[in-house]
């Protein structure tokens, strides 16, 4: 089934404090967001990539795109000032029908099986997800104060890729942006639409590298792969 794949890399990446863009950092002597463009390169249903980007990364990014023969890039647009409005952005360029997958940059660990199975949800459902079991116990709380243990049995840690048909997600960003509503993932938005979006069991070594301990889990997930 193609697919068309928004990417977006304009973070700051403020929580990893590397004085940097995370993406930019190397694992196994790889940028991350080469890894993680890697998997749409290989992958022959994936009919382009819209990235999403800085300004003063723009350069450096399409040099790495060279020098590591990404072809499937097919724009670049600038980020703006949260994840939403980075993609939102995109969705603009890509004006097409068919199947829309977002997936962050800050991604690598993407394995191509979860990949078919959510494209081929979102075929059927309209929006599809992939996500994990929670494993901890949640609380909420208000201050330091327990106000409430959350079921577990019920949750579930989403991740990217987010698969939707083109017509509903560019709806949902419109709207969103109409309400001034600010979602922290792109199913949220299509929620509010009142559609339903499918969950498809994730893996955990799907990892966001968020903070620098997240480099330790991503080593160790490198290490197992070339095992
Ligand atoms: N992102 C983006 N535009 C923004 C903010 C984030 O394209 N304005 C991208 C990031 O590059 C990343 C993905 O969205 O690939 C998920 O965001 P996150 O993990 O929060 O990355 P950062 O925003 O870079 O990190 P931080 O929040 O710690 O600054
Ligand atoms: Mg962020």
């Known amino acids: 089934m193609a697919y068309r794949v928004i990417i977006p890399a304009a973070g700051q990446g403020k929580r990893m ?11 196994n002597q790889l940028p991350i967001i080469i890894h993680t463009l890697r998997v749409f390169e290989m992958d022959e249903d994936c009919e382009g990539i819209i990235l999403a980007v800085n300004p003063q990364d723009e350069d450096e990014m399409k040099s790495l795109l060279d020098k590591h023969q990404i072809t499937k ?41 979860l990949l078919r199975s959510l494209i081929e949800a979102a075929k059927t459902s309209g929006a599809a997800i992939l996500g994990v079991p929670v494993k901890d116990t949640v609380k909420k709380a208000t201050g330091n104060f327990v106000a409430e243990t959350v079921e577990r049995t019920s ?13 509903i997600l560019f709806e949902a960003y419109r709207k969103a942006e109409e309400d001034n509503f600010l979602g922290t993932d792109d199913a949220s938005l299509v929620e509010r639409l009142g559609k339903d979006v499918v969950i498809v069991e994730g893996s955990y070594d799907n990892i966001k590298l968020t903070t620098p301990e997240d480099l330790y889990f991503a080593e160790a997930i490198i290490r197992k792969r070339i095992e």
């Open 17 to 27: 404090g590397a004085g940097k863009n995370k993406i930019l950092l190397e694992l």
């Open 73 to 113: 890039v097919t724009s670049f647009v600038s980020g703006g000032k949260e994840r939403q409005h980075s993609i939102y952005n995109a969705l603009k360029q890509v004006g097409q029908e068919g199947i829309i997958l977002v997936h962050d940059a800050a991604r690598p660990f993407l394995d191509k099986n």
């Open 155 to 167: 949750l579930w840690a989403v991740q990217t890729p987010q698969a939707f048909r083109f017509s």
